[in-house]
């Protein structure tokens, strides 16, 4: 009887997910009438605009990676080496942003950073986009910390860097050769993670008035039928591919640091 | 002068002071273990010498130069860790490698030093293995060269057989001695294993509550204990409460047995209490066993140890344990039975607090 309400209640929570995915996927196929076609699909990606915004959300996802591992993985690092009794705030403070709506968040942003302002990033492109990397960074910061933090958990971080330390090796090449390269499983998940945000994030982009990708499905919601639902799966299907990589590297993990 | 020199050495975390007025001369090409019990600071002062800890007073000098403005980094000193500590995303090579690396020397000179080390320990074949493909034993081995290559003038050592089980500890502390007297490079050796201690050390330092009870010799420290700690932590011990008799003929009595002395009784006075120390295997109850000395009590209870046979006998107020080695003709003496221990005089040894 037990099995039979496990079975229930997988079945029932399956149907709940995939049924609406099943046809958000099969409308997107039906643009051509009476038959079944990728001509949503091909629409959307012979958008120009659809190339310039995901090519421009793919540049920001990857410059926002490489800031949150340098603004994060020398932060965990420290927290954990010399200041542990600092954690708890610390992590308060990287899970603000799952309480911060974005929206306040970036106006914060547009009052501090404006072009009356003494530091007025907002007055140039260079500038908006940086300022945009930052918020994403923001909205990254919990998921980034928790898993490099994860990480170093992993990791007996104190003996490590002693036995550097006493080899010879400064903060620098102890950050970059000891402690990034094992915890780097750990940082490439926070990578997808952010690459996932960074990618679906309207909020910001819109407010900032960046050419990125969520604005443009947005956009694109609003005004057409069939190609709404071909992006909504390819999103689908990127997010999916980003979280299908992070166990890939967490299973080349656990095989790289099994006992002898 | 000698090579590293700790003066007046002290160390405090908070309200605790872990080390306190701790000196040692160590020359070089020495091998000098401390041993103590848990807590007792030996660890604390081995990071120091290191740099991981700063000292709250106190010098330190290898070479004669002063270590006080030296991290860690600058002070080219090797060190192995209990846990190994090896770094686990470089395979063997590359962890021998990168002291070497870090030091900036020519690619040809760090192959050549990484061949030599590994032909040290013997690992030349486990050259392209990971830290988690490998056994405990060999990953120390491969920490000890990593430590040796780029060629440190001291090498800490801070228990580095306390993971290990117990035939690999052996073997493992016989090569570290080995390699040690080879490349004649000064080593200090953090253990609380007195045997680990006594077999490979040049000299010993038993350390107690942050201080050092007695530095000498392994032979000197287990013959001649210098205080009660030393005498209890090193070796197995009885502790026998005397009676002073006569001070000036050295006369004392163990219950109601009289026994002579050689060592002088000091500024002590008849019917003062004095504690004696004998070792377990300075005495023998055979038949013909020889000593100027005897002492005769009840067993209360006898343990086989495999190579021995411990018995223990009761001498007025006072236990005393005695070893004979193990033989397939040996009777044992029965609890209850009376014995006579026999010994020198001179196994006999006051102990001063």
């Not at chain 2, 290191?50 to 860690?72: D, H, M």
């Not at chain 2, 295997?281 to 002492?295: C, F, M, N, R, Y």
Request: include cysteine; aromatic fraction near 8%; hydrophobic fraction near 45%.
């Amino acid at each position: 009887m037990k099995k039979f309400w496990a079975w229930g209640a997988l079945i029932f929570g399956l149907l709940y997910f995939i049924l609406p995915l099943i046809g958000m996927t099969n409308f997107s196929l039906k643009m051509r009438r009476g038959v079944y076609s990728l001509d949503a699909y091909a629409v959307v990606l012979g958008d120009p605009r659809f190339q310039e915004t995901f090519t421009y959300s793919i540049l920001m996802a990857l410059a926002t990676i490489v800031f949150g591992v340098v603004l994060v993985v020398p932060t965990a690092y420290w927290v954990r080496l010399k200041l542990p009794g600092l954690r708890p705030y610390i992590e308060f403070v990287t899970l603000l942003p799952l309480v911060i709506p974005a929206i306040v968040i970036v106006f914060g942003y547009i009052r501090l950073y404006n072009t009356s302002s003494w530091l007025p990033l907002t007055g140039s492109i260079t500038g908006t986009n940086i300022l945009l990397m930052f918020g994403y960074a923001t909205l990254a910061l919990p998921y980034m910390y928790r898993s490099v933090d994860t990480g170093l958990r992993a990791i007996d971080i104190a003996t490590l860097t002693e036995a550097a330390q006493s080899l010879g090796a400064g903060w620098t090449t102890i950050l970059a050769k000891i402690i990034l390269p094992n915890v780097l499983v750990a940082v490439l998940s926070g990578a997808f993670l952010t690459f996932a945000i960074v990618i679906g994030e309207f909020t910001m982009a819109a407010l900032l008035n960046r050419p990125a990708f969520g604005p443009y499905m947005q956009l694109l919601g609003a005004n057409r039928a069939y190609e709404p639902a071909a992006l909504a799966v390819m999103s689908f299907v990127l997010t999916w591919g980003c979280l299908g990589l992070i166990q890939l590297v967490s299973r080349f993990q656990k095989g790289a640091q099994s006992p002898a | 002068m000698s090579f590293l020199t700790l003066t007046s050495l002290q160390k405090s975390f908070g309200p605790v002071q872990v080390v306190k007025d701790f000196n040692m001369s160590i020359e070089k090409g020495e091998f000098i273990s401390f041993l103590g019990p848990s807590g007792c600071g030996k660890t604390t002062v081995l990071r120091m010498i290191a740099g991981f800890e700063t000292p709250s007073g106190g010098t330190i000098t290898i070479n004669g130069k002063s270590q006080a403005n030296l991290r860690p980094n600058q002070r080219n000193i090797g060190m192995v860790f209990q846990a190994y500590a090896l770094f686990p995303n470089m395979n063997v090579a590359e962890n021998v490698a990168f002291g070497l690396k870090v030091a900036g020397r020519p690619k040809a000179e760090i192959d050549q030093r990484v061949k030599e080390m590994l032909g040290l320990i013997k690992l030349d074949h486990l050259a392209d293995r990971y830290p988690y493909q490998m056994s405990g034993g060999q990953q120390q081995r491969v920490a000890l060269a990593r430590a040796l290559a780029p060629k440190p003038q001291v090498l800490l050592l801070d228990e580095p057989l306390s993971a290990l089980d117990a035939k690999i500890r052996v073997s493992l502390r016989e090569e570290i001695r080995m390699i040690q007297q080879q490349l004649g490079i000064t080593t200090v050796f953090v253990t609380h294993d007195q045997e680990e201690a006594l077999s490979i050390s040049d000299r010993i330092v038993v350390m107690n509550a942050g201080r050092a009870d007695q530095i000498g010799a392994p032979a000197d420290i287990y013959n001649r204990p210098a205080t009660r700690f030393v005498a209890n932590f090193v070796g197995t011990l009885n502790l026998i409460e005397a009676k002073v008799v006569d001070p000036a003929s050295n006369r004392v009595s163990i219950g109601d047995q009289g026994v002579t002395l050689r060592e002088p009784l000091g500024d002590v006075k008849a019917g003062d209490t004095i504690s004696l120390a004998l070792r377990p295997e300075a005495g023998s109850i055979a038949p013909d066993a020889k000593g100027d000395t005897a002492l005769s009590g009840e067993v209360v209870s006898t343990n086989f140890l495999g190579s021995v046979i411990r018995t223990r006998m009761k001498v007025g107020e006072s236990i005393i344990s005695f070893d004979m080695f193990n033989s397939p003709g040996l009777v044992p003496p029965v609890v209850g039975e009376t014995v006579t221990l026999r010994f020198v005089a001179s196994d006999l040894l006051i102990i001063r607090d």
